[in-house]
């Protein structure tokens, strides 16, 4: 038991050594920067929307395709049935529900308790209106779009911010996932060996052998469109690499001196793989790790392009794309790059720290 204690000290040594080595590496740093901004947009996304209805799904199709910078004046009227005030939790986690209907004017005047007012209609379209003014249900707001609007009149700013969680999600549901089955299946392979590590290995040829976008589509088919659905699909396609790293691993050293020890003293297979062989080979599985999550981001946002991923009207990245690309023909061709960008540097800034890792761990390709 001695020997396994003594143990401790040179693997927080060796953690040390590497954090040391990462901080060192710029662009890994810029990347782990990213990451954190993204992480906390995602939390607060509901806070720093300026849309901050449940999936930033206020539609005003009059303004459909708006630029980037476009302000609007506003028509503010409440509801028949005032929103209940949600609180602080549940906005975080869902926003809150509008309590306003929004009627985009472009000049209003106010003359004793009336308002006339000219309500937009389109480019150059306007309808002179005028109502009873009653301050208590009636606002005059203006509205700045500062990513401009996509073709159903949503403010592409929040629907990013709040898209930013579907692709997190999706990154951290996948890779645990694919480290849940890899990890499982790589270190009963390696350390088992024999008829075992034949019949899986068998197994993760056949699957690595089949394309994987082809059996994303498979697997999204048959449980379904929707949002747990495809974080699912994502998971059980990128546990192959996970699986083959780990078996490599676990064979090498398998065969160590303190295996052999641990195997003397009498431990269990199960104590043995856990608490003694994996600690060992979690550095490779680390840098893995971070590019299957920038993997995951980019099969997420494919498939809900392609109309099997998230669905309307939840925000996702690939789906803002899918609902703007048009304008990438026209004069405002930001509308859909805007989302293209963001997938961009989130798997990006992934790829800088699996490469800052693969350097502070010295780590080699297996």
């Not at 799904?57 to 302000?71: A, F, S, T, V």
């Not at 609007?72 to 309590?99: H, M, S, V």
Request: net charge positive; aromatic share 12%.
């Amino acid at each position: 038991m001695t020997y396994f204690r003594s143990m401790s000290p040179a693997a927080n040594s060796q953690r040390r050594t590497a954090w040391r080595q990462f901080r060192k590496n710029p662009s890994a740093l810029v990347g782990l920067c990213l990451i954190l901004a993204a992480l906390l947009f995602a939390i607060l996304a509901y806070w720093l929307a300026p849309d901050y209805s449940p999936h930033a799904n206020r539609m005003i199709i009059e303004l459909n395709g708006k630029p980037p910078g476009h302000r609007q004046w506003f028509l503010a009227i409440q509801k028949e049935e005032p929103a209940e005030k949600a609180n602080a939790w549940r906005r975080t986690l869902d926003g809150e529900r509008d309590g306003w209907t929004y009627t985009p004017i472009t000049a209003w005047q106010q003359q004793g308790d009336s308002l006339r007012f000219d309500q937009y209609l389109d480019e150059q379209v306007t309808e002179r209106k005028s109502i009873r003014y009653d301050a208590s249900r009636y606002r005059i707001v203006e509205v700045r779009y500062w990513l401009g609007t996509d073709k159903y009149g949503r403010d592409i700013l929040s629907r990013l911010l709040i898209g930013t969680r579907v692709s997190l999600s999706v990154g951290i549901i996948a890779v645990l996932i694919s480290l849940l089955i890899g990890i499982t299946l790589g270190s009963v392979a390696g350390y088992f060996g024999g008829g075992t590590d034949a019949w899986v290995t068998w197994f993760i040829n056949v699957v690595w052998s089949i394309p994987t976008l082809l059996l994303v589509f498979g697997i999204t088919l048959a449980l379904g469109k929707g949002f747990w659905q495809v974080f699912i699909a994502v998971g059980l396609t990128l546990w192959v690499n996970v699986a083959r790293t780990i078996r490599g691993q676990v064979l090498s050293i398998r065969e160590m001196e303190y295996i052999e020890a641990a195997r003397a003293l009498g431990y269990s297979h199960m104590r043995i793989i856990i608490r003694h062989i994996l600690p060992n080979v979690m550095g490779p599985v680390m840098v893995l790790a971070a590019s299957n999550f920038a993997s995951a981001i980019v099969m997420e946002a494919g498939l809900s392009f392609l109309g099997v991923g998230v669905q309307s009207p939840q925000a996702s990245w690939g789906l803002m794309i899918k609902e703007n690309y048009n304008f990438i023909i026209t004069s405002r061709p930001m509308l859909a790059l805007v989302p293209g960008f963001a997938i961009m540097l989130l798997v990006l800034a992934f790829h800088l720290v699996g490469s800052g890792l693969r350097d502070a761990l010295d780590v080699r390709g297996h």
